[in-house]
């Protein structure tokens, strides 16, 4: 029955090449747009189990209390030319931009509230920042000792405002928090010889964030171009190097679309997808072009060669696939959701390889054979003519 259905799909890529490769780039097509719209976790949180009693007493804290991930936006010294930098964080200069920032910030989107050191100094001079260092150092040094570590660090070289948020683990409301938050701060009055940084929990997600998005990318461009070299060692010819790559592409952009649909997000391990694929998938490409090529110089036409190619190598791929989709399938089982997250998109990425090499390969190697490689000899004659008239 599967050898049947194996012979059916060799014979209709032979006559319908071009047909399925239509198909098959406006299906891509399709599931790229919607891939473009993935989610990406960053949240610690999501990635335990949903109805551990932590997780849920964390959501309902929320809820009913407001934000609990805090951004700390710190103050420091740096080395500065300036002649009017400032050497000691108790500067006057300083007060002013953390008072600055703390009504500045209060009125960013998802700010539940802000708080700073300066209210200690307004309160102790007439509600005003005081504007000499002499006044701020005897007002911090008539403040009791145990809370005088929470204004200034020991140096005197750093304070910090608190703004406690509201935008949970939502990368977007993050995004958009952590940058509305560094645009307050970039027009910010900083004095020279001071730098505001901010870290804390949404900063951290959003860095995660672009980070995952960055290392995505290179291990994705650097696992292509590393595995078509390969390729092109082996096979010796452009076109024949990146057919059995192109499957696995399309795979990777297809199973993107796919969790977008099942919304399965992109987490700290779902972010490898396209590598473990690549990794993966391509050995199915590698073996039923081997194979065809084997059958070639046997004597075989083109239709005999891709039909004993895709029947044979083909029995072999589906019983890979079953046994590798089962392994990464066991995941989904695991109590924790970014493990679950990670077996389903590999399962669904190795069936979707092992379709792309079995449907879009044979169609690629029959319009190589008949159409691109008799083209390029006629072209390579042609330009030899021309330079020997």
Same mark, same amino acid.
């Given at each position: ?15 319908? +090449?071009?047909?399925?490769? %239509? ?25 335990? +189990? ?24 710190? %103050? ?15 500067? !006057? ?35 005003? @920042?005081?504007?000499?260092?002499? *006044? %701020? ?6 403040? !009791?000792?145990?809370?005088? /570590? ?16 509201? /935008?949970?683990?939502?990368? @977007?409301?993050? *995004? =958009? ?11 910010? !009055? ?53 057919? !059995?790559?192109? +499957? =696995? ?6 199973? #993107? ?52 190619? =895709? ?10 696939? #079953? ?8 995941? @989904? ?57």
């Amino acid at each position: 029955m599967i050898e049947e259905m194996l012979k059916k799909i060799a014979r209709f890529s032979e006559k319908r +090449p071009l047909l399925i490769v %239509v198909v098959i780039l406006v299906l891509t097509i399709i599931m790229g747009s919607i891939a473009s719209n993935i989610r990406m976790e960053t949240a610690f949180e999501k990635m335990l +189990p949903q109805d551990d009693e932590a997780i849920k007493t964390l959501y309902e804290v929320r809820d009913n209390f407001g934000g609990t991930d805090i951004v700390t936006a710190a %103050v420091k010294i740096i080395p500065s030319e300036s002649s009017e930098k400032v050497e000691d964080i108790r500067d !006057p200069r300083v007060l002013e931009l953390v008072d600055f920032l703390e009504r500045d910030i209060s009125n960013v989107e998802y700010v539940t509230s802000v708080s700073s050191p300066t209210d200690v100094f307004k309160e102790n001079n007439n509600n005003i @920042i005081p504007n000499d260092i002499d *006044t %701020v150092r005897y007002i911090y040094n008539q403040i !009791p000792e145990e809370s005088q /570590s929470k204004i200034f660090n020991n140096d005197y070289t750093m304070t910090t405002l608190y703004i406690t948020t509201d /935008s949970g683990s939502d990368s @977007i409301k993050n *995004t =958009v928090l952590i940058n509305e938050i560094e645009n307050r701060v970039n027009e910010a !009055p900083v004095p020279p010889g001071t730098k505001v940084i901010l870290t804390g929990t949404p900063s951290l997600r959003v860095l995660v964030s672009r980070l995952m998005n960055e290392s995505q990318l290179i291990t994705t461009v650097v696992g292509l171009l590393g595995v078509f070299l390969v390729l092109l060692f082996y096979f010796r010819n452009f076109v024949s190097s990146f057919m !059995p790559l192109a +499957p =696995v592409i399309l795979a990777v952009i297809w199973t #993107a679309g796919s969790m977008t649909l099942l919304d399965i997000p992109l987490d700290f391990a779902t972010t490898a997808i396209a590598s473990l694929l690549l990794g993966l998938g391509i050995d199915y490409g590698i073996h039923l072009m081997h194979r065809y090529h084997e059958e070639r110089k046997k004597g075989e036409s083109i239709e005999e060669a891709l039909e004993t190619a =895709v029947i044979n190598t083909g029995t072999a791929v589906l019983a890979t696939t #079953a046994t590798t989709t089962v392994g990464f399938g066991a995941l @989904i089982l695991a109590p924790l959701p970014t493990m679950q997250n990670l077996g389903k998109s590999c399962s669904l990425g190795i069936i979707y390889c092992m379709l792309a090499v079995i449907i879009l390969l044979p169609s690629l190697i029959v319009l190589n054979d008949k159409y691109i490689e008799p083209f390029n000899k006629k072209l390579v004659l042609k330009i030899k003519s021309l330079k020997q008239d």
